[in-house]
């Protein structure tokens, strides 16, 4: 334990996690805030104001709102599953939930063109009901959805399975429906921790 409070090491570790943060997250944002006042503060409020700005922000507040409504449902129904039920395939769902954080978001990005693109296995029925996904809306909301996904399971399944599973066999056990277990034992014990 003396070992790693030794100052020899305490030091060049601080020093490199400092480095790291300051290249890669201190001084791009530091970059974007002077080269957004550049022209001055009228100039940036002008620029703000505008309707690409606009809808910028509101494509952007749109696709959060919809990954977290949609992540919300999926990721507590896969917690759900994984944590109280046992089932074939439950480890590969629970080694797939972890794909979007080792998959690139280039290739994440690729999947999606290769898929709903004019050469993707869903193009034609996209097309027969018009609907348009690359290059669109949907698509932002997607690659969104797809990001951020693992975070509201991966949180989930350990505080499902500390809790256990008898709650919720008790509550089967006298005839409560999966809805009214759901809603009144389960959730409440996600809400708080």
Excluded: C
Aim: aromatic letters at 12%.
């Amino acid at each position: 334990m003396q070992l790693f409070q030794s100052k020899k090491i305490k030091w060049p570790l601080v020093l490199i996690a400092w480095g790291f943060m300051i290249i890669l997250l201190i001084l791009p944002i530091a970059l974007v805030i002077t080269q957004a006042f550049s022209t001055g503060f009228s100039h940036y409020l002008t620029v703000l104001a505008s309707p690409n700005t606009l809808h910028a922000i509101n494509l952007t507040i749109a696709a959060t709102v919809v990954s977290v409504f949609v992540n919300l449902i999926i990721g507590v129904s896969a917690a759900w599953i994984i944590a109280f039920h046992d089932f074939p395939g439950k480890r590969l769902l629970n080694t797939l939930i972890d794909l979007p954080f080792s998959v690139s978001p280039v290739i994440a990005g690729l999947i999606f063109i290769l898929t709903f693109s004019r050469t993707g296995w869903f193009y034609p029925v996209l097309q027969s009901l018009n609907i348009q996904i690359i290059f669109a809306p949907p698509a932002i909301f997607l690659a969104t959805i797809f990001v951020t996904f693992p975070f509201v399971a991966r949180e989930l399944i350990p505080v499902l399975e500390a809790r256990g599973r008898e709650e919720e066999q008790t509550a089967a056990f006298l005839g409560a429906n999966l809805k009214d277990i759901f809603m009144q034992i389960t959730f409440p014990a996600i809400k708080t921790p």
